[in-house]
C-alpha cells in the first residue's frame, strides 16, 4: 500500500530530491496512454502519409523517446536513469477519429519510470498536434494517465485494479 507521506517534501515542507541511495535495484516498467482526437480528415491525411511535414507516427515516436530520456530536466526533483527501453506505439482508430498512444518504459534501477512513460506519452501526443496543426487547429490531447506499473517497494499497479 503506498504511503500518504509526500516524499519530496521535508520535515520543514521543502521541496526536495528523494534520497534512492539505500534502495535496492529492481526491474521497473511503466505504461502510460494519450489520446489525440481529431477530424476525420486528419486522421485520413496521417494515415495516407500526406501531412506536408513528414511522417507523423515516426515524428512523434521519436519525439517521445527523446523526452522520457529527458524527463528528469523537464520535471523538476524527477532523477536521471539509466533507461534500457522506451516503445511508443500508435492505434489509429477511425470512429470516433482519434489516436490512442501507448508508452512503455524500462529500467533495471532504484526508482521507477512512470514520469519517463507518462512524459514519453505526452510528447508524442503534442508532436502529432504539431505536425497537424496546420490542417487540424480543433485536435485536443486527452486522457494521459498511468495505464501499469510494476517493481518496488509499492509493488504492481493496474489502472482501475483497486
Do not use: W
Not at 529492481?26 to 494519450?34: E, G, L, P, Y
Not at 514520469?115 to 494521459?144: F, H, P
Amino acid at each position: 500500500m503506498a504511503s500518504s507521506k509526500l516524499t519530496h517534501i521535508n520535515e520543514k515542507g521543502e521541496a526536495r530530491m528523494v534520497d534512492v541511495t539505500a534502495k535496492p535495484v529492481t526491474s521497473r516498467m511503466a505504461t502510460a496512454r494519450a489520446v489525440v482526437r481529431m477530424k476525420p480528415a486528419t486522421l485520413a491525411a496521417i494515415l495516407d502519409g500526406d501531412i506536408l511535414k513528414g511522417d507523423v507516427f515516426s515524428a512523434a515516436r521519436i519525439a517521445g523517446i527523446m523526452a522520457a530520456k529527458r524527463t528528469h530536466e523537464l520535471i523538476p526533483l524527477c532523477h536521471p536513469l539509466a533507461i534500457a527501453s522506451i516503445v511508443v506505439n500508435f492505434a489509429p482508430q477511425k470512429e470516433p477519429a482519434l489516436v490512442e498512444i501507448e508508452s512503455t518504459v524500462k529500467v533495471e534501477g532504484k526508482t521507477g519510470v512512470e514520469m519517463e512513460a507518462l512524459t514519453a506519452a505526452s510528447i508524442a501526443a503534442l508532436t502529432i498536434y504539431d505536425m497537424c496543426k496546420a490542417i487540424d487547429r480543433e485536435m485536443t490531447i486527452d486522457g494521459v494517465a498511468l495505464v501499469e506499473k510494476s517493481g518496488g517497494k509499492s509493488g504492481h499497479f493496474r489502472r482501475g485494479e483497486t
